[in-house]
Nanobody
Framework: QVQLAESGGGSVQAGASLRLECASSGSITGRHVMGWFRQAPGKEREGVAARDNDGTVYYADSVKGRFTISKDNAKNILYLEMNNLNPGDTGLYSC??????????????????????WGRGTQVTVSS
């Protein structure tokens, strides 16, 4: 059983940077995807960025050029480097993993919901 645990969230001012980490307790074998998702109060969860196990990455338009997703395979940690944060980035950030493709899980909430493993999330709050 794979367990995911996020960390690195916090409260920051607009323009600041944060780096989120998602530590996996186990390895997922075979073709799979890992990604970051966020949910703001009163809004539906949305895909932020995802990474296929072959290294292919995909970003939501709202974060392109500001966020970078990466993975340390030796440590089994998925990162999300977030720069130039704005209040629209506020939300509970969760990581997830499972069968899928990066573009599909970011763009289609139904595909994201089907991912097997989810963490509990880490809160990011950006004030203006």
């Amino acid at each position: 059983q794979v367990q995911l645990a996020e960390s690195g969230g916090g409260s920051v001012q607009a323009g600041a940077s944060l780096r989120l980490e998602c530590a996996s307790s186990g390895s997922i074998t075979g073709r799979h995807v890992m990604g970051w998702f966020r949910q703001a109060p009163g809004k539906e969860r949305e895909g932020v960025a995802a990474r296929d196990n072959d290294g292919t990455v995909y970003y939501a338009d709202s974060v392109k050029g500001r966020f970078t997703i990466s993975k340390d395979n030796a440590k089994n940690i998925l990162y999300l480097e977030m720069n130039n944060l704005n209040p629209g980035d506020t939300g509970l950030y969760s990581c997830a993993a499972g069968i899928g493709r990066s573009e599909v899980v970011v763009e289609y909430p139904v595909a994201a919901a089907a991912l097997r493993f989810w963490g509990r999330g880490t809160q990011v709050t950006v004030s203006s």
